[in-house]
């Protein structure tokens, strides 16, 4: 029981990102806090940093496993196979960002009310199902030592203050009256399946690999799409500095 305490708090801190980050949208401070820009370019340092040092070696590891395990064609590709669902991850993740910006440039006649909605509920269950794995790989973070998942969580609680600012600004008052709750019900939901229903580390690598490609791309989006609205030196300070804890770490 003692070695499900960890994940499950991990879980409450992630799902406590989305819960109070919205609640406090229309607060003058909070208004102050986001329109500072280089805030969310420094969230989005952290989280690049802790895929090129952290996850990225992980998938290396996993690559040669599942090279290892293969037979056949599998032995020839098995160590691209895991960087190849990373990829799938990222660009899925892009073609989501592509829709809801698509939507967004044209102008308020010209989408229907159903439209909207159906592009807001497919942003929102596509952001439930990716914070439910992050909290699914909770439980296995946990079993690597305190360190691991102390890390992994810092990562991805400042990862979801992207994915919340950015669900808030494209969505306003619909999201954060009702969707962050939802996002943090998914994370505490996905805890739990990963405390009681493992998966094999085959699984688990698969699994891995699809969180890699989602946290470069949902960072990266933040940062990168108006180059006015990015800042270079909080994004480029918080991922060395991010990086050294992690190689200290």
């Known amino acids: 029981m003692h070695a499900h305490i960890a994940p499950f708090a991990a879980a409450v801190i992630l799902a406590l990102v989305y819960a109070l980050r919205g609640s406090a949208g229309e607060d003058r401070f909070s208004a102050r806090f986001w329109a500072r820009r280089r805030w969310v370019s420094a969230a989005a340092g952290v989280s690049v940093a802790y895929?090129?040092?952290?996850?990225?070696?992980?998938?290396?590891?996993?690559?040669?496993?599942?090279?290892?395990?293969?037979?056949?064609?599998?032995?020839?590709?098995?160590?691209?196979?895991?960087?190849?669902?990373?990829l799938v991850s990222?660009?899925?993740?892009?073609?989501?960002?592509?829709?809801?910006?698509?939507?967004h440039e044209r102008s308020a006649a010209a989408v229907e009310r159903g439209e909207r909605d159906a592009i807001y509920w497919l942003h929102l269950?596509?952001?439930?199902?990716?914070?439910?794995?992050?909290?699914y790989l909770l439980a296995e973070r946990a079993e690597q030592g305190v360190v691991v998942l102390?890390?992994?969580?810092?990562?991805?609680?400042?990862?979801?203050?992207?994915?919340?600012?950015?669900?808030?600004?494209e969505h306003g008052a619909l999201y954060r009256d009702a969707g962050r709750w939802w996002l943090a019900l998914s994370v505490l939901l996905g805890a739990a399946a990963g405390v009681f229903v493992p998966v094999s580390e085959l699984?688990?690598?698969?699994?891995?690999?699809?969180?890699?490609?989602?946290v470069v791309?949902?960072?990266?989006?933040?940062?990168?799409?108006?180059?006015?609205?990015?800042?270079?030196?909080p994004f480029c300070l918080a991922a060395l500095g991010y990086a050294f804890l992690l190689l200290a770490a």
């Open 51 to 86: 895929v090129f040092v952290d996850l990225l070696p992980e998938l290396g590891h996993f690559g040669a496993m599942l090279h290892a395990e293969g037979g056949g064609i599998g032995t020839v590709f098995g160590e691209q196979r895991i960087y190849v669902l990373a």
């Open 90 to 103: 990222f660009v899925v993740m892009y073609g989501l960002q592509h829709i809801v910006l698509a939507a």
């Open 125 to 135: 269950l596509s952001y439930a199902a990716y914070s439910a794995l992050i909290g």
């Open 150 to 169: 102390a890390t992994y969580t810092f990562a991805m609680a400042i990862h979801f203050i992207i994915v919340n600012h950015a669900l808030a600004e």
């Open 203 to 214: 699984w688990f690598a698969r699994l891995f690999a699809v969180l890699a490609g989602g």
């Open 217 to 233: 791309i949902t960072s990266l989006r933040a940062e990168l799409p108006d180059h006015s609205r990015g800042r270079f030196w």
